[in-house]
C-alpha cells in the first residue's frame, strides 16, 4: 500500500461545502452535544471520498476490494471517545477508508499507538505492525 496522499476537503467537490458542518460538528462532539453517525448523506460522501483516495483500499492492512472481502467503514485514527480525542471525531485528517476486521482491531488496539498514520509524509506500509 502507498502512502495515502489526501486533498483538502475544499478541494473535493462533494464535500468543499461541508467544512465548517465538520468542524460544527467536532465542537458538538467536545461540548456533549453531537455524536459520530455512521448512516446518512454526510456519511456517504465522507466514504465515497476516502475510498476514492485509497483507490477502494483499506488504508490500514491494504485489503481490497473491500466491497466483497469485507464491510465498508470509516475508521478514526485519534479514537472519537469522549476521554480520547472528541475535537477529531469529524476532523478530515482523521478519518480513514476501513475495513472491518481492521477496524475491529482498532477499536482493540487503538491503531495509532501500533501503526504509522497512512497518510504522514514518512509512512512506510512495511513498518505498519498491524499487517
Not at 483500499?57 to 476490494?65: K, M, N, R
Not at 478519518?95 to 497512512?118: E, G, R
Request: charge should be negative; proline fraction near 5%.
Amino acid at each position: 500500500m502507498e502512502r495515502i496522499v489526501r486533498p483538502k476537503i475544499e478541494d473535493i467537490p462533494s464535500l468543499a461545502g461541508y467544512a465548517e458542518t465538520l468542524q460544527s460538528y467536532n465542537e458538538g462532539c467536545v461540548e456533549g452535544t453531537k455524536k459520530w453517525e455512521s448512516s446518512g448523506k454526510l456519511y456517504n460522501l465522507l466514504k465515497e471520498s476516502l475510498r476514492a483516495i485509497s483507490e477502494s483500499h483499506c488504508s490500514f492492512c491494504d485489503g481490497f476490494p473491500l466491497d466483497d472481502t469485507s464491510r465498508e467503514t470509516i475508521e478514526h485514527y485519534y479514537p472519537k471517545a469522549k476521554t480520547e480525542y472528541p475535537e477529531k471525531t469529524y476532523d478530515w485528517e482523521n478519518l480513514f477508508y476501513c475495513c472491518d476486521k481492521c477496524q475491529s482491531m482498532a477499536n482493540k488496539h487503538k491503531p495509532f499507538q501500533v501503526t504509522l498514520k497512512p497518510d504522514d509524509v514518512d509512512y512506510h506500509f512495511d513498518r505498519s505492525l498491524l499487517v
